[in-house]
């Protein structure tokens, strides 16, 4: 379905999808670049010009996360669709680690499905900078995009071989990264719950 879109509507339909994945389709963003760089071996796509698209299309769904909660703030939470992205806690979770952390929050929830919307919610709630956002944001997506284009790019015969091993690796990347963003989270909210017991006049913890 997505090559035949991609195939169809061009760039723009490579543009489209990537940013609708961004803010919350759900659509593994990695399949749009998979298929650009597909076709682009197959000659559908001119892959100077699909690479770039997959950049601009994915970094510009993650900005409208980003000033949607920017624009809205917390009133954003009164939504459905974000409240099932954005919880209350975890919004306090992400706002500890930001104010902790900064822009590194961006690189490190980029590459986890789950929590990127989120993160990136917060960080317009919190006012992250945005162009401390969009640098971060870009230089995670400069790596991780060209990457996955250049393997369906290069070894578009064998894909589903070479991914059966990249998965692998990815699903432990993830794993990481996961873990360590938790911990983040986790040390945050706990400095801020003895914080606020000691300030309220309360045995710290």
């Not at 969009?134 to 071989?161: E, N």
């Not at 794993?175 to 801020?192: F, M």
Request: glycine share 10%; with cysteine.
């Amino acid at each position: 379905m997505l090559d035949y879109v991609i195939e169809h509507l061009g760039y723009i339909g490579l543009f489209l999808v990537l940013g609708l994945a961004g803010v919350g389709l759900p659509i593994p963003e990695e399949l749009p670049i998979l298929s650009a760089g597909a076709l682009s071996h197959y000659g559908y796509l001119v892959w100077w010009i699909a690479l770039p698209v997959c950049i601009v299309g994915a970094l510009t769904g993650d900005a409208i996360l980003y000033w949607l909660g920017h624009h809205w703030g917390d009133q954003i939470l009164n939504l459905r669709l974000a409240r099932h992205l954005l919880t209350p806690e975890r919004r306090e979770q992400f706002a500890a680690a930001y104010r902790r952390r900064g822009a590194l929050i961006v690189v490190a929830a980029r590459h986890v499905m789950g929590v990127r919307a989120a993160a990136f919610l917060t960080a317009g709630i919190v006012r992250l900078p945005f162009w401390k956002f969009l640098a971060a944001d870009g230089v995670a997506a400069g790596i991780g995009i060209p990457v996955s284009f250049a393997i369906a790019y290069l070894f578009t015969d064998h894909l589903r071989d070479v991914l059966q091993n990249v998965h692998r690796a990815e699903r432990w990347i993830g794993l990481i990264a996961l873990v360590t963003l938790a911990a983040w989270l986790g040390h945050s909210a706990l400095r801020r719950s003895r914080r606020l017991l000691t300030e309220s006049g309360g045995p710290p913890a």
